[in-house]
């Protein structure tokens, strides 16, 4: 479980979960961000993302240079999974850059690189 945690001016990813199954991901907030701030990847699922705040992501955050780390981050998503497999609850995204939530139905199609 990662719960009731504050993330703010982080320069990469809030919370990155890969490869796991059944995570609670629960009241964790998250302000000025750079890159996809609660992050689902590769083979994560039946994980549960609940009652989480995303606000004010944006892709700029660090001498307004775009984050070049992780292929997908340029167009940042408060909320993103390559699975469908989990459920989310209550979240709220709030005056990101680009999407409040991201959720790609079949990981393959996505081509993810790395």
Request: charged fraction near 20%; hydrophobic fraction near 30%; charge should be negative.
């Amino acid at each position: 479980s990662v719960s009731r945690n504050s993330i703010v001016h982080s320069h990469g990813r809030c919370i990155s979960v890969e490869g796991t199954n059944d995570a609670l991901l629960s009241w964790n907030t998250a302000y000025d961000t750079a890159g996809h701030c609660f992050y689902l990847g590769y083979e994560s699922s039946n994980n549960r993302v609940e009652r989480n705040l995303g606000s004010a992501l944006n892709t700029k955050i660090h001498w307004g240079n775009r984050p070049t780390y992780f292929d997908n981050d340029p167009d940042a998503s408060a909320f993103f999974a390559w699975y469908m497999d989990n459920d989310f609850v209550g979240n709220v995204a709030a005056g990101s850059t680009y999407e409040g939530f991201r959720l790609h139905p079949n990981w393959h199609d996505c081509k993810e690189s790395g």
